[in-house]
């Protein structure tokens, strides 16, 4: 089987996603960070950031285009997009500061177990992992939108929405470490 090359368009995705991050905090934090104009600006390009990110992963499974590069450098554009939007709006006050933690430390805790076993493997995202990264998206989207300027029932909406987040972070985070485990014990000991 070829290998795909790693300058394709499922990577070159997944770049324009690392570059949209600055330009996303850049927008998020004009002004005093509460700038109707600038938080929509910042929301379409963290729209832009996550759609690429659904793009990216889609061509590169239909056309072949898996690399070892992708496979790396894809979750940490996810989460250098979700970590800086977090912190962003913890910053800002927008979003209080225990949420962020609990996404963080597990977005990174699966970053490192996913690290931790690469020789024997990627740990491929699963079916609640990716319902995760949506729901995470749709809420902070929401959050970076200018909420107060619209009406009190989408500030409602946004809250329902960020706690399924929390609830699906934490869900699926102690899935994986589970699934980790049970895979661990299975494979036989390297000496």
């Known amino acids: 089987m070829p290998r795909a090359r790693v300058a394709n368009l499922a990577n070159v995705l997944t770049g324009v996603r690392f570059i949209l991050v600055p330009v996303f905090l850049a927008f998020l934090f004009v002004g005093d960070g509460h700038e109707i104009v600038w938080r929509v600006s910042a929301f379409a390009v963290f729209a832009v950031a996550v759609i690429t990110d659904r793009f990216d992963g889609a061509l590169a499974r239909s056309y072949g285009m898996v690399t070892e590069f992708g496979t790396l450098a ?76 619209w009406p009190a029932i989408w500030l409602t909406v946004a809250w329902v929405i960020m706690w399924a987040a929390v609830v699906l972070t934490v869900l699926t985070g102690a899935d994986y470490v589970i699934s980790a485990i049970r895979d661990s014990r299975g494979r036989p000991a390297h000496h």
Request: glycine share 10%; no cysteine; proline share 5%.
């Open 74 to 149: 894809d979750p940490i554009a996810d989460k250098a997009l979700i970590g800086s939007a977090l912190i962003g709006l913890s910053m800002l006050g927008d979003l209080p500061w225990w949420i962020t933690v609990v996404i963080l430390v597990r977005e990174l805790g699966i970053t490192l177990l996913r690290l931790a076993v690469l020789r024997h493997g990627v740990i491929p995202a699963s079916r609640g992992g990716k319902l995760k990264t949506l729901v995470q998206a749709v809420a902070i989207g929401l959050f970076v939108l200018p909420l107060h300027a």
